[in-house]
Nanobody, 122 residues
Framework: QLELVESGGGLVQPGGSLRLSCAASGFIKEYYARGWFRQAPGKAREAVSCIETTRGSSKYADSVRGRFTISRDKNTVYLQMNSLKPEDTAVYFC?????????????????WGQGTQVTVSS
């Protein structure tokens, strides 16, 4: 089993920044692709970003490209969020899948964190 724990959420003003962390523990396989999803009230959970471990490549949703950056240091994955907008408000979840490749589908991920709230408001 793999356990994922997110941290770093909070309240920030529009234009501000936050950095989310997702620490993994348990039976960790370094080749797991790791992703970030978010879910706003009344909306479906959507893919935000993902990082592939073997090629080191990353993917971003169009809505966050150029503002968010995903990175990885050993068992922890980070999501640096800059120029935050009110529409970024959501619960952010990290996820891992037992595959080399990223996926935008939540159904392809085997492990999930509990989520961390991000609120962008003045």
């Amino acid at each position: 089993q793999l356990e994922l724990v997110e941290s770093g959420g909070g309240l920030v003003q529009p234009g501000g920044s936050l950095r989310l962390s997702c620490a993994a523990s348990g039976f960790i396989k370094e080749y797991y692709a790791r992703g970030w999803f978010r879910q706003a009230p009344g909306k479906a959970r959507e893919a935000v970003s993902c990082i592939e471990t073997t090629r080191g490549s990353s993917k971003y949703a169009d809505s966050v490209r150029g503002r968010f950056t995903i990175s990885r240091d050993k068992n922890t994955v980070y999501l640096q969020m800059n120029s935050l907008k009110p529409e970024d408000t959501a619960v952010y979840f990290c996820a891992a899948r037992s595959s080399f490749d990223c996926s935008d589908s939540r159904n392809d991920y085997n492990y999930w964190g509990q989520g961390t709230q991000v609120t962008v408001s003045s």
